[in-house]
């Protein structure tokens, strides 16, 4: 069996080359269809970072143009001389078969394809009627042309290179758009992504909330040294297992306004085996809020601060809850948590001050993993 791999290995590799499934893309983008139907009729969507070869984003909006009711789709692709991995790859007949094709600019430039209405007269919109060109540069996110793009565009989706995760969401904010990506749920905590969480700016999406996804790998680039256990073959395609995957949007959709069930602080102490034992919640020491490391146990009834991991935002709904602050990086500093008494350190070397610290039954300091700090809205 496979073992999973997480995105950090995904960096590592250096090859950002893994492509989503339709049934992954399927499934978040129908949960914004049954929240609001009418969610990208007459929108432009553009899918940058794709590559309609591989992708199956262009796939998926090219065959539901009409249902959605688009105005307009365009993808980008991103030229394969620019990629980080070397490979022999060739071009398709789908572009060494077009009049347009020209041997020097098809490793070195990006593609645009477009998508507006019914070029080969079926009666329907749909993926034959996908017109491409050369983009006049790589097809670079950042470039000057696929920028303009972004900023012809309404919607951008995409599942966007792993290693240039904070730059690609920089670039969607900067532009204002509406958005649905891919990232690795770690990205919460980043310092340019958490602030954003917390003001309800972003949020994440509905579909994946834990467990890993595959990612298909091109056979071009499949390498056996390099990928090696993490690679599954399914009916002779390679995937890779990715964990801690989510998707990020400012996209509304149903779930978040679906308040978490909870129990009284009384009854979870009571009934909860995760509890047993505990006569009361633990307290931090050097900041005004209770630990609970469970979104199952964050108590109906409590009007404090909460310490929760950073899966409670798979369930957060803004009309339940305020989310105040996070403890990662520096940020525990500018909530003010104290700092530890350096004496504790000889019993946990782990501390570390602008983190959280309880002490636990046997009297020895413990620091939990990332907490985001929550209260029930008033
Ligand atoms: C994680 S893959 C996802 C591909 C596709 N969007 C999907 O989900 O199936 C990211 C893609 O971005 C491309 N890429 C890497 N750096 C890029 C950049 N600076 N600008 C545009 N695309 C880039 C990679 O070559 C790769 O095709």
């Known amino acids: 069996m496979a073992k999973n791999a997480n995105l950090g290995a995904a960096k590592n590799a250096k090859n950002d080359e893994f492509y989503t499934q339709y049934a992954d893309i399927q499934k978040e983008v129908n949960a914004y269809i049954e929240y609001n139907p009418d969610v990208f009729r007459g929108k432009t969507i553009l899918l940058p970072c794709d590559d309609p070869e591989w992708s199956n984003f262009t796939k998926f909006f090219a065959q539901n143009f009409e249902f959605f009711g688009l105005k307009k789709l365009i993808s980008t692709s991103y030229a394969i001389e620019s990629k980080k991995y070397k490979t022999d790859w060739q071009p398709t007949l789908f572009e060494t078969e077009n009049p ?15 998508l507006t209405h019914d070029i080969n007269n079926s009666g329907r919109i749909d993926i034959d009627d996908l017109q491409w060109s050369y983009l006049e540069g790589d097809g670079d996110f950042r470039s000057a042309e696929v920028t303009a793009l972004r900023d012809e565009a309404d ?12 730059e690609f969401l920089a670039w969607i904010t900067e532009g204002g758009k509406q958005f649905l990506i891919i990232g690795n749920i770690n990205a919460i905590s980043y310092k340019e992504v958490f602030p954003l969480i917390r003001d309800n700016m972003i949020w994440l999406g509905p579909s994946i909330t834990s467990g890993d996804r595959l990612f298909m790998i091109p056979d071009d680039l499949y390498n056996e040294s390099k990928v090696g256990a993490r690679d599954i073959i399914i009916e002779g395609q390679h995937y890779i297992s990715v964990v801690g995957v989510r998707w990020y949007t400012n996209i509304d959709h149903g779930r978040r306004h679906e308040p978490l069930q909870l129990m009284s602080m009384a009854d979870n102490l009571k009934y909860n085996k995760k509890l047993k034992g505990l006569q009361r919640y633990i307290q931090y020491e050097n900041y005004d809020a209770i630990e609970v ?4 146990l964050i108590p109906s009834d409590y009007n404090g601060t ?3 991991p950073l899966s409670f935002l798979d369930k957060y709904c803004p009309e339940q809850f305020v989310i105040i602050g996070q403890t990662q990086g520096d940020s ?3 909530l003010g948590l104290a700092p530890y008494p350096r004496e504790l350190k000889k ?15 046997d009297g020895i300091p413990q620091k939990p993993y990332a907490r985001i700090l929550i209260r029930k809205k008033q």
């Not at 919607?155 to 904070?166: G, K």
């Not at 070397?349 to 039954?361: A, H, N, P, V, W």
């Open 306 to 308: 909460i310490g929760v």
């Open 155 to 166: 919607i951008i989706i995409t599942n966007p290179p792993f290693s240039l995760f904070r």
């Open 293 to 296: 490391p469970f979104v199952e």
């Open 332 to 334: 525990g500093k500018e």
């Open 347 to 361: 019993l946990n070397k782990s501390l570390r001050d602008g983190q959280l610290y309880y002490i636990d039954e």
């Open 100 to 114: 347009l094709y020209n041997v020097e600019k098809s490793r070195i430039k990006g593609k645009i394809f477009t």
